[in-house]
């Protein structure tokens, strides 16, 4: 179904607005952004009218060649994916899948007409049909060669007897044990997941869930990502929001406008798979040709590019560029596959780390492997030291890949406040002498509430994790600074203590074998930068930092994502922090040299981002909690009170004032922070974790 595009509303920032028509009848609002959010979700930042919606919603959970829809619209993308040589997505099926994947029986009825008519449109559209039957013809020899291209590249066999029971009808078994795409498929535990559920949901694959959990491990664990290739795309599964690295303009032409590049860069493949999958696409959202994959013709008037420039159709670059960097074959993953060990996790972990908003905490996790070793069951206690609140919750946990602890547990006490945990899940990477987990923890119904946690496995000897304090000024007297950790020995003396440069341990306030506090004094002319923090023999590296003065404040996060929400759409909040830093040795603010001094107080409000006349985004979008930096978002849906019945969504400053002791001028910081409407349709995979 493709909406129409009326006329653009509104050009912020880098978002535009347009008024879109749908064919099914209605008007509703598309917002489109032209810059990466780093979020997995599809769609979230098309506005549209409710009711409107819904019929949006049918068509992409049932995709053109399942709706019963005789529209041409359907019967165009139908022919597209039969006649599309390229789109051999299917190709490869045996006739029965292929004839239920594309067209249902009824429709081969309609196939000479509707061909007819088809060419007619491809004469206006650039739609990817071919214009006769003879070019039909070749295209298809062309997929038959790149059928057995695929071939050449080496595939990893599925040995797994219920994978090829349940796959094998569709994705047909090569003599070598290969199935078709999925053996030239590697990808995360999530991302086998999402193709799992699409199975399901569209091509009438029906799995117990039992079923469907033994085979997601075994592709998690046997075609999966080294830990090498997981680390740099980790945000994807821990939920965060962050400004990714992007290659080119191109490449984030073809493939960011609507999910991450860290969703590609999730998986690997052959170039030949690659090619399929960018053919899927094509099926599935017809109007990706026009809106991403190609470019419109350059006018002949145009300058001349320069030369070498590629030339090539942004989805060609996008694909060549997936081939390079995320190919099927690689040394890191022979090399984890070979090496990969069960993960034996029973014991006790300690476990520190910090939450936006609430700071560091210290505590514990006891782990124990389930009868039959797949998943472990977890109980976990945590204290914050800004106000000593505790959170004690328990779970289970399953580890993919030799590597991937993917976690959920459930809070003993939950609050009501928004940001109270309830289910916490929990995404992290094990390391290779499993004796260190680190990842995040999140809930809340985007997974904007979350720590940064890290854990060791507890020994026998003595382990320091951490202070409860960010920095020291230099100068200061008796500050108190507890330090966390494990069998921290008891006839420690302040010689014992060591916690960096001009910083003088004075006395010994009290010691338990998790805590010691200390009083401390800062050298007036001690160098700014982090300390490490020693007892005895044991070290938490870069535990705090010391600073002369706070030059800036920078507000994170830099550049989040609200949602709008009412009783049939959960919010999605925003918390924000003001982190101190300090100019680093070159004086200079924002290079690679800045000391980071933690979180600090400040007072928060909205600021106008002015980008429209009459901009007025900042009295609907929502409110900001002056004291703690948490932004509510406003309600969902047309506000009959906002200049054309607008929805409340809009992009605004969120703008921290921090007072420095000893100086007048207070410190401001800034985030540029854009509030959506819900996320209709939900693409994480939380399963994963049960
Ligand atoms: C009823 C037929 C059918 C069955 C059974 C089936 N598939 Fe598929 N599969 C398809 C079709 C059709 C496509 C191509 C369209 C698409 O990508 O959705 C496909 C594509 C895929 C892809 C490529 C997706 C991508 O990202 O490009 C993967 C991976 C996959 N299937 C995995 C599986 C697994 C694993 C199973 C068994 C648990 C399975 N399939 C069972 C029909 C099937
Ligand atoms: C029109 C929006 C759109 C564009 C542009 C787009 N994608 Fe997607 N992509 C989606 C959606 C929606 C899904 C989820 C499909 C599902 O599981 O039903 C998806 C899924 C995927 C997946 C997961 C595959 C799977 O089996 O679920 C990969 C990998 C991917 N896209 C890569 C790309 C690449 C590479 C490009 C650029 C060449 C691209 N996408 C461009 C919308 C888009």
Redesign the pocket.
Known sequence: MLPLLLYVTRYVNRTVLYCARFPMGGIGILRLPFWSWSQQDAFHNFTWSRDRFKSFAVAVEAPPYKVNCFCWTHRRVQLAVLLRSKTS??EK?PSK?RE??CLGKRARRYFAPIAFILLFFSSLTKLAVPASPQEAASNSSAATSSASKDAKEPGFPVTDPL?VS??G???QPDTKGNLS??SW?RTTPEG?EE??K??VR????A?EPSD?RK?LRY?SDDHGLAPDEAKPVAYIAENRMIDEKLPNEEIVHACNACHALGKPLS?RRSAD?WK??AN?HI??FPAIENTSFQRPPRRPDAPPLPPGTDTRPPVEQALSYFAKNAPLQSAEWSEWHASMRTPKLNGRWLVYGTQPGKGRFFGEMSVEAGAAGEAFSTKTKLTYVSDGSVLVESGKGIVYTGYAWRGRENAEQTGSAPDAPKTIREVMMLSRDQSQLEGRWFWGAYQEFGMDVSMRRASESPTVLGVDLYSLKAGSTNSVVRIYGDHLAQDVTPNDLDLGSGVTVKKILSKSPGLVIVNVDVAKGATPGKRDVAVKSAVAPGAFAVYDRVDYVKVTPQTPLAHLGSDVHAKGYCQFEAIAYNNGPDAKSGTADDIELGPVPAQWKLEEFVATYGDDDVEYVGTMNAETGLFTPALDGPNPKRKHSRNNYGDVWAVATVKVAGTDEPLTGKSYLIVSVPQYIRWDQPEVAR
């Open positions: 997505t299917i099926l899948g239920m994947a994978v349940k796959c009808a569709c994705h795409r999925i498929i086998w193709a799992i699409r199975m569209l091509h009438g694959l799995l469907a085979i592709l998986w798979d399929l999958l899927m099926a599935f």
